[in-house]
Structure formats: C-alpha cells, structure tokens
C-alpha cells in the first residue's frame, strides 16, 4: 500500500508519525541528502519541509509518480 513520508526538521515533521507517515528527520543539508537515499519504495506522497526542499533541489522529482508537497516555512 502506499505511503506518505517527511523528510525535514524535526520540530515541523515529528508529528505526522503518529499518523503513520514515515518521517525522517534532517537539520542540514547533508541529512537530508541522506535521507533521500533509503526513502522507501512504496512512498507515493513526499512532504518536504521548506529547508529540506530547498536542501534537495531537484533531486526529489527525479523519481517518477511521486507527488512532492512543501510545507510553507
């Protein structure tokens, strides 16, 4: 089935875990190209923090069919 997921900082996404989003956490911009690499498969929907989206570029729509969100800052 699939998923939604977070990539940004920890005090904007934590929440959404407990609707079971996966969220991974990034404070800079290293983590959050981190972060990008294991991002699961089966995500369909990907929010993006402000930072994180900015941290990442473009890399996120190089996967197709997913659906990218940023959250206002």
Do not use: C, H, K, N
Request: aromatic share 4%.
């Amino acid at each position: 089935m699939p998923t939604a997921a977070l990539i940004g900082e920890a005090v904007r996404t934590g929440g959404f875990a407990l609707a079971g989003a996966v969220v991974i956490t990034a404070e800079d911009a290293e983590q959050a190209r981190a972060a990008w690499g294991p991002l699961p498969a089966d995500v369909a929907v990907l929010v993006l923090t402000a930072s994180a989206a900015a941290w990442l570029g473009d890399i996120p729509r190089s996967r197709p069919g997913l659906l990218i969100a940023v959250m206002q800052a």
